[in-house]
């Protein structure tokens, strides 16, 4: 399994912007599809985002559609999430998701390697 490690999370403001990035280590990562879920206190975990191992595919939760975009750089073996038009309902621990040779995978059990995880607050 592929080991994963988020970054990016922070505090901001109502309409504001962050970009998270999920580095890959200990497998091909331009054979691994990608998944990005957040989970906020109190709520079972959600899908946010996932973009096939060719790249060639995305789809987005409805919450996060033209606000999200989430894109791959397999030279550095690292996924992204941008994050525009941030809401507070969007204050969540995001976490990235990794399966080999995974086209499209809107659940948890898509997904067999997990990050951390990295939290990020939106403000009012």
């Known amino acids: 399994q592929v080991q994963l490690v988020e970054s990016g999370g922070g505090l901001v403001q109502a309409g504001g912007s962050l970009r998270l990035s999920c580095a890959a280590s200990g497998g091909t990562f331009s054979y691994y599809g990608m998944g990005w879920f957040r989970q906020a206190p109190g709520k079972e975990r959600e899908f946010v985002a996932t973009i096939g191992w060719t790249g060639g595919r995305t789809d987005y939760a409805d919450s996060v559609k033209g606000r999200f975009t989430i894109s791959r750089d397999n030279a550095k073996s690292t996924v992204y999430l941008q994050m525009n038009s941030l809401k507070p309902e969007d204050t969540a621990n995001y976490y990235c998701?990794?399966?080999?040779?995974?086209?499209?995978?809107?659940?948890?059990?898509?997904?067999?390697?997990w990050g951390q995880g990295t939290q990020v607050t939106v403000s009012s």
């Open positions: 998701a990794a399966r080999m040779l995974l086209n499209f995978g809107r659940t948890e059990n898509d997904y067999d390697s």
